[in-house]
């Protein structure tokens, strides 16, 4: 017990001595006046109140008490049946003799045995005291529940039962003739009904927990029909006592026959009250048991819409996560399920989903498929509730996952819903791991407890911006955030759709499928991780340099080491660079087709290896014929011989002298340890620029010699610091705006700045905070500032005045107020000397009311763009990635069409990318970031995952990790031949690390719209046989010239060319050559043409000079796709671009404090050098 007078301050001495002088006689003195509060409840009336009603575990007493009390009424009336003799159930003498000498009769009725039952003094006393007590306290409760209107308490059913069974037993205290009359003491089940029910609520209220309606009012129902049973019994055998004198048993089994429709028959009532009470209780049966199967029916259906709950056992015993959603879409429900049971670990966990909207069909359907009936659980509530999330065990959960809907109009709301709800879970399971998704970057710093956050608009933007450099980004990072999924490649699908004969020759080989035979087997790579001194890929490289530690990895086992992580530090390093020296406790980081631990280790014989690589390597890129499209599971890796190789594989010993261009150089060794020498720079990668430290005339005279630094100003709260390319002072407002001239300059349109490099055009709506991490990445300090593309946002919307605040500090930088639905504003802003166009997916038509319609604009806006201007490479954004299929689309197109088939195949045997070979997604020319979804549900079993993400984007700059950059393949740099060899000189010179490359093909089995000339005197001269046999050679095999076997032609040139083959009749007049001529013009005018004049006329109509428009640059028939970590003997090909992660050119700098000023760029520029050219 505290101590008072420790913890009450003693008072002043004077108070003290005046209070020990005047005694209590200072109180009368004094005006206080002490106040009693809540007297109301010191009344006897609100004592009894809060005894019996109020408080809960009091009332649950005197509720189990009086349901006791009934129950045992009930029992002395089954003994008072038992111990009865209807002979003795006389009230005097002389109806015991008159009853004696009866006979019963049929039509007469003798009410004695009715209204007169045996009761023994013993048993009378108790069931006299069992209704003495029930009546007190039902007047008692009935009193303290008086609310003004006693009709109300008396007409209650409750208490008229109470009435008619216990008023009798009094009266018989003072009357003792009637001590054996009959009282329907068995319709005291009813009270005990009414008693369980009172009772089960209080019961809830006093142990804090709630039962599910279910249960509640399935032991009503269970109540309701033991009562009327009940009933039936004792009403049946009492009547029958004047009858056939019926025993509880059989009164038991009649009621049974009866109530079950089966109706025997040899067990009747006799008399006509025993019938009419059947007719009654069959009534009240069919009018209350349909009430109660009714409402039972209905809650059944009800829980099976909520869900019902996830019990404590199953969360005790198994291991599940929950996923919370506002609501859930089938696309989304099944990219988490395909994703997250990819995993073998987690086959076993069960997916309990929150979501406060009710199951659509088509999720009901598929959760109905036993695959996932068993493993999910949809529960209707929400992550604001503690009784929601106690229905799913969140505190006993492995994770959560909380994501927000991208499809809402107003996505600030959406961020707002989602923040609340990770509260709300943080609240109620602190311990449990929460992993959350958020769409607008402003909100993120609410949400930092976080284990795991993915920013859309972050990922989005930078991901978008990188693609402008380093082409189909999007979709590298894409293939690598996608768990892998046992499928073979498809490319014999492919082949048996397009018809195409293929047989085991080389020519064969170069056929339009082997691409897909390359792309299909490099996108089952993912990124894994492993302790060194445990793993067999990096065990022996202890002591050695990353670099030497990556390329002697990717040479013997075919992996890519990207990075690593100290035992004693969270960051991640991504290519430390050659003087990083690999460590015993480093977690290394590697791209390949499956983690070590699934794989398994053999080292065939030489002539073993020699006899495969006749049988299953063939061709240029030396690939299986067996390649896998993102295997799982155990994978044998053939361990390469490090030895000389046989003249028919790839060597790395130089050519012979006598050739004709000479000695071809050779590739230096890379170090186990490196050197200072090791780390210049050598002609492969040398920069051809001049240094970038000392500005040239024209620089400084143009104003465009520029700072290194971070920039002074963010626009939301937890954006990542970046070294970036920054101007000395930030530019006025008025000069952001592309458009329109003001007094620091005068020009109105693109053309007139006159920008070297060629423009980077994103269209937007508006300009949201997340269109800050597309302008960081184009302005990191390791671009070269000679390469730095102007950069002009054509946004629906003015942007708002902090955000001309964030990017008025970086150079060539401009905004737009236009949309790319109109032709002039895309003229203005330079469409026609652009190198990309990123067309950026609006807010305001990502809901749609029919699903999949939401990006119907866009498609049809980029289509336009993509007929209007052939040559702008178009990065698009989607909502939903099934609509990719619109991009670029040809109808007639044969190619397009056995894509189209090819994905529903892969769709059909559940592939997590089933779009993966569409044409637009390979070559990284679209994106939804729906796509990146998984990167989330990933990071639950690869916690790496967004933090390597995020570096590779350049979201994070961690001091001493790499960047990603590409390079470009040229004709001086095909003397490297193999992809191993380009390994070894990147890494032998400046320490770069490759991890992949983006191949551009011709598309050979097509010919473009535009490209499709067609020559009105050819075809004159030209006989059908002729036509047939050129078709023949350019078309595969066609033998017809129907427009079915042309899809590329259109109908109207095709019933031209046909009308110019026949022969037409002479005329000699004038008038007729001067039609023929027209008609002729007329003829040659192809839709390209209509299309180039259209825009050329409008940039004359706008005073722009229409000679940068080039009409005829069409690369509408080439295919681009990825590989990932592509074999060793892959051979390079012209214009590939390596994917390369660079080290850190800081990393290099001596340890000096940063300065943001001109003096920290003079020491950055020595070590930045420009995009590598080989």
Not at 79 to 94: F, H, M, N, S, Y
């Amino acid at each position: 017990m505290v101590d008072l007078d420790s913890e009450v301050p003693p008072l002043p001495p004077r108070y003290r001595f005046r209070d020990l002088l005047l005694g209590d006689q200072g109180w009368q003195s004094d005006d206080r006046v002490q106040v009693e509060f809540y007297m109301n409840e010191n009344t006897f009336k609100e004592r009894l109140k809060l005894f019996f009603i109020k408080n809960q575990r009091s009332s649950l007493r005197i509720r189990l008490f009086n349901f006791s009390l009934k129950l045992l009424s009930c029992f002395l009336y089954i003994i008072r049946v038992l111990l009865d003799d209807p002979t003795q159930a006389l009230g005097c003498k002389e109806l015991h003799r008159s009853c004696s000498n009866q006979n019963y009769t049929p039509g007469t009725i003798d009410w004695s045995p009715i209204i007169w039952v045996n009761r023994s003094l013993p048993l009378w006393g108790l069931q006299v005291s069992v209704a003495l007590i029930s009546l007190f306290e039902t007047l008692l409760l009935s009193y303290l529940s008086y609310k003004g209107n006693i009709w109300e308490q008396i007409l209650r059913i409750p208490f008229l039962l109470e009435i008619i069974n216990a008023v009798p037993f009094i009266i018989t205290i003072f009357w003792p003739v009637l001590r054996n009359l009959f009282i329907p003491v068995f319709l005291n089940c009813w009270l005990a009904k009414h008693a369980l029910e009172n009772m089960i609520n209080d019961l809830h209220r006093a142990i804090q927990r709630t039962q599910s309606a279910m249960f509640n009012q399935v032991l009503i129902l269970i109540s309701t029909l033991l009562c009327l049973i009940f009933t039936c019994i004792c009403g049946i055998q009492h009547l029958e006592r004047a009858g056939n004198r019926l025993t509880l048993f059989d009164s038991l089994y009649f009621c049974i026959v009866t109530f079950s429709t089966v109706g025997f028959g040899d067990v009747t009532p006799k008399i006509w009250p025993s019938k009419l009470l059947v007719v009654i209780m069959i009534c009240v049966a069919l009018v209350v048991l349909p009430i109660q199967f009714e409402q039972l029916a209905y809650l059944w259906m009800e829980r099976q819409k909520s869900g019902g709950n996830y019990s404590r056992h199953r969360a005790q015993t198994e291991k599940h996560v929950v996923l919370c959603v506002s609501s859930l879409k089938i696309d989304l429900l099944m990219d988490f399920l395909n994703e997250f049971y990819a995993h073998p670990r987690l086959q076993d966990y069960y997916v309990v989903i929150l979501c406060p909207t009710e199951m659509d069909a088509q999720v009901r359907r598929v959760l109905q498929i036993p695959m996932w009936s068993q493993r999910v659980i949809y529960l209707q509530g929400s992550a604001l509730k503690d009784q929601d999330l106690l229905r799913a065990k969140m505190d006993d959960a492995e994770a959560c996952f909380i994501l927000s809907s991208r499809c809402e109009v107003d996505r600030t709301a959406a961020d707002h819903q989602t923040i609340l709800r990770a509260w709300a879970v943080k609240d109620f399971a602190p311990n449990c791991p929460l992993y959350v998704q958020i769409l607008k970057p402003e909100n993120k710093f609410h949400i930092k407890f976080a284990d795991h956050v993915v920013c859309e608009e972050e990922f989005k933007y930078a991901m978008l911006a990188l693609n402008c450099i380093c082409p189909a980004t999007s979709t590298l990072i894409t293939l690598l955030v996608h768990t892998s999924r046992g499928q073979t490649a498809p490319w014999e699908a492919f082949r048996q759709l397009t018809g195409t004969k293929q047989t085991l020759n080389r020519e064969s080989q170069q056929s339009p499928e082997q691409w897909q035979k390359m792309y299909g087997r490099c996108s089952g790579n993912e990124v894994y991780h492993i302790n060194l001194e445990e793993s067999t890929f990096f065990a022996e490289y202890e002591g050695k340099s990353f670099t030497y530690a990556s390329f002697h990895a990717h040479k013997k086992f075919g992996v890519c080491l990207i990075g690593v992580r100290k035992e004693d530090n969270k960051n991640i390093l991504l290519n430390p660079g050659p003087r990083y020296i690999m460590s015993s406790t480093d977690i290394c980081f590697y791209i390949n087709i499956t983690k070590e631990e699934n794989s398994a280790f053999k080292k065939h014989e030489k002539h073993r290896k020699n006899h495969e690589s006749k049988l299953s390597y063939h061709g240029a890129s030396r690939l299986p014929v067996h390649s896998i499209i993102a295997s799982m599971g155990t994978v044998a890796i053939d361990l390469q011989d490090t030895g000389c190789r046989t003249s028919r594989g790839p060597t790395l010993a130089l050519p012979s002298e006598g050739g004709k261009e000479g000695r071809r150089p050779s590739i230096a060794p890379v170090l186990e340890v490196a050197d200072s020498s090791s780390l210049q720079t050598c002609d492969l990668l040398s920069d051809q620029s001049e240094d970038e430290t000392t500005p040239s005339d024209e620089e400084v005279s143009a104003g465009l010699e520029y700072a290194k630094g971070y920039p002074p100003y963010s626009p939301y709260i937890g954006s990542s610091p970046t070294f970036c390319h920054l101007l000395h002072e930030k530019v006025p407002f008025c000069c952001l705006r592309l458009d329109k001239g003001c007094q620091h300059n005068y020009y109105e349109d693109a053309k007139a700045y006159g920008f070297k490099n060629k423009l980077i055009i994103v269209a937007a709506e508006t300009a949201g905070n997340g269109l800050y991490n597309f302008i960081v990445p184009l302005r990191a300090y390791y671009r070269p500032k000679k390469e730095l593309n102007p950069i002009v946002l054509l946004l629906d919307n003015p942007p708002d005045m902090h955000f001309l605040d964030a990017i008025c500090w970086f150079p060539m930088v401009y905004y737009m107020v236009g949309s790319i639905d109109n032709l002039d504003d895309l003229l203005r802003c330079g469409v026609t000397f652009a190198a990309n166009m990123v067309v950026v997916d609006k807010e305001s038509t990502m809901s749609a009311e029919e699903d999949y319609m939401a990006d119907a604009k866009t498609i049809v806006n980029v289509q336009t763009l993509f007929r209007l201007f052939s040559s702008l490479s178009i990065i698009t954004e989607l909502t939903h990635p099934a609509n990719m299929r619109f991009m670029q689309f040809r109808a007639k197109d044969c190619y397009s069409l056995a894509l189209s088939k090819l994905e529903k195949k892969e769709r059909e045997k559940g592939s997590n990318l089933a779009f993966m070979f569409r044409l637009p997604f390979a070559a990284g020319r679209v994106f939804s970031i729906s796509m990146l979804d998984t990167l989330l549900y990933q990071s639950f079993v690869k916690d790496y995952m967004i933090s390597i993400t995020r570096l590779l984007l350049g979201l994070d700059t961690t001091p001493g990790s790499g960047f990603l950059c590409s390079m470009k393949i040229t004709e001086e740099d095909l003397w490297i031949r193999t992809y191993a060899r380009l390994y070894q000189k990147l890494c032998s010179s400046t320490g770069d690390i490759p991890i992949g490359v983006y191949r551009t093909e011709s598309q050979k089995l097509t010919t473009s719209e535009s490209q499709i000339s067609i020559n009105v005197e050819e075809w004159e001269d030209t006989k059908d046989t002729k036509e047939q046999i050129s078709y023949r050679s350019n078309h595969r095999n066609s033998t017809s010239s129907d427009q079915s076997d042309h899809p590329l032609l259109r109908r109207k040139s095709m019933q031209w060319a046909r009308r110019l083959s026949r022969r037409v009749p002479r005329h000699s007049s004038k008038t007729a050559e001067k039609i023929n001529q027209q008609r002729m013009n007329l003829y040659r005018r192809s839709e390209r043409q209509e299309l180039a004049e259209l825009v050329k006329n409008r940039m004359k109509h706008l005073g722009l000079s229409p000679a940068g428009y080039d009409e005829m640059n069409d690369h509408q028939n080439t295919l681009s796709y990825i590989l990932i970590n592509p074999s060793p003997d892959t051979r390079l090909e012209l214009n590939d671009i390596v994917y390369l992660i660079r080290p850190d050119p800081l990393a290099y700098v001596p340890n000096t404090a940063p300065s943001r000023k001109d003096s920290f760029c003079n020491t950055v520029g020595q070590d930045t050098r420009e995009e590598t050219q080989l």
